[in-house]
T-cell receptor, first 113, second 114 residues
Framework: AQKVTQAQTEISVVEKEDVTLDCVYETRDTTYYLFWYKQPPSGELVFLIRRNSFDEQNEISGRYSWNFQKSTSSFNFTITASQVVDSAVYFCALKYNFNKFYFGSGTKLNVKP | KAGVTQTPRYLIKTRGQQVTLSCSPISGHRSVSWYQQTPGQGLQFLFEYFSETQRNKGNFPGRFSGRQFSNSRSEMNVSTLELGDSALYLC?????????????FGPGTRLLVL
């Protein structure tokens, strides 16, 4: 069965702290894609990153970085020097075979000034 | 390019009524998917349309239906509304609907059933 687990329901940090959001996935398929989306209070899901199962290189984009480890089935997301604007719910998602997302339950990030 | 648009943004209905939600994909995108988001169940896949045909369907009752037009715009309909249908309904589009593609989401329609 396909499954995505985001064990952290809610995280609170103070501005400028680094924070890591965990994502663990399950799939028997060898070819799959992992995604992270951000959902601000407005509701729209904003695409952050896509990673395929054959590319284990870590990715850095500004203050955002992602660590993909197939050995532990994890695709963790780190925000460096967090800002209040980073406050949102973050979703990790998996796709394989079909154009259908398996979403995690989301992690709500609160960044306090 | 304009993003995915959804109308209306907010809706209030009463039990037993029906509702139609609309989604316009990014220009050139032919695949439209619909998701329901509730606090209890999270984000759940409803269905996907590509070239006016439903390709995938989630585990929802037949009260939930959809269609896609030749210009790729999509509508979803919920008949005989129940209180539990209160949710944020999100649609997403992608060029060809391949699972490798990134899907881009609209702002959603917030439906409240009283």
């Amino acid at each position: 069965a396909q499954k995505v687990t985001q064990a952290q329901t809610e995280i609170s940090v103070v501005e400028k702290e680094d924070v890591t959001l965990d994502c663990v996935y399950e799939t028997r398929d060898t070819t799959y894609y992992l995604f992270w989306y951000k959902q601000p209070p407005s509701g729209e899901l904003v695409f952050l990153i896509r990673r395929n199962s054959f590319d284990e290189q870590n990715e850095i984009s500004g203050r955002y970085s992602w660590n993909f480890q197939k050995s532990t089935s994890s695709f963790n997301f780190t925000i460096t020097a967090s800002q209040v604007v980073d406050s949102a719910v973050y979703f990790c998602a998996l796709k394989y075979n079909f154009n259908k997302f398996y979403f995690g339950s989301g992690t709500k990030l609160n960044v306090k000034p | 390019k304009a993003g995915v648009t959804q109308t209306p943004r907010y809706l209030i209905k009463t039990r037993g009524q029906q509702v139609t939600l609309s989604c316009s994909p990014i220009s050139g995108h032919r695949s439209v998917s619909w998701y329901q988001q509730t606090p209890g169940q999270g984000l759940q896949f409803l269905f996907e349309y590509f070239s006016e045909t439903q390709r995938n369907k989630g585990n929802f009752p037949g009260r939930f239906s959809g269609r896609q037009f030749s210009n790729s715009r999509s509508e979803m309909n919920v008949s005989t509304l129940e209180l539990g249908d209160s949710a944020l309904y999100l649609c997403a589009s992608s060029p060809k609907g391949d699972y490798q593609e990134t899907q881009y989401f609209g702002p959603g329609t917030r439906l409240l059933v009283l």
